[in-house]
Nanobody, 125 residues
Framework: QVQLQESGPGLVKPSETLSLTCTVS??????????WTWIRQPPGKGLEWIGY???????SYSPSLKSRTSISRDTSKRQFSLQVTSVTPEDGAVYYC?????????????????WGEGTQVTVSS
């Protein structure tokens, strides 16, 4: 059974870059059945989709975050990573990585079949 685990600093200073890594165990990140997503939840708010990287390495980002966001991967380590530049306190949230199901996406819906436990990131000086 695949497991996802987020890691990275819990505290980032304003204007700096937030960097998180998701390590995948129990499965490959290059199978054509899944894509790999970052999602966040600010305090008191709903889930916000950040972006994803596909099994082939292509990426897609939320329009509201696209100018500051980058998702990359290291297939040899079965990891994918998130960077958000020029952070502000509004970027403080619980950040989750999740595995999306390609077949649902093809049919116009979104389904995530595995999630990390989430990691809290605070933006403060």
């Amino acid at each position: 059974q695949v497991q996802l685990q987020e890691s990275g600093p819990g505290l980032v200073k304003p204007s700096e870059t937030l960097s998180l890594t998701c390590t995948v165990s129990g499965g490959s990140i290059t199978t054509n059945e899944h894509y790999w997503t970052w999602i966040r939840q600010p305090p008191g708010k709903g889930l916000e989709w950040i972006g994803y990287i596909s099994y082939g390495g292509s990426t897609s980002y939320s329009p509201s975050l696209k100018s500051r966001t980058s998702i990359s991967r290291d297939t040899s380590k079965r990891q994918f990573s998130l960077q958000v530049t020029s952070v502000t306190p509004e970027d403080g949230a619980v950040y989750y990585c999740a595995r999306g199901v390609i077949s649902a996406l093809i049919h116009g819906s979104t389904r995530y079949d595995s999630w990390g436990e989430g990691t809290q990131v605070t933006v403060s000086s």
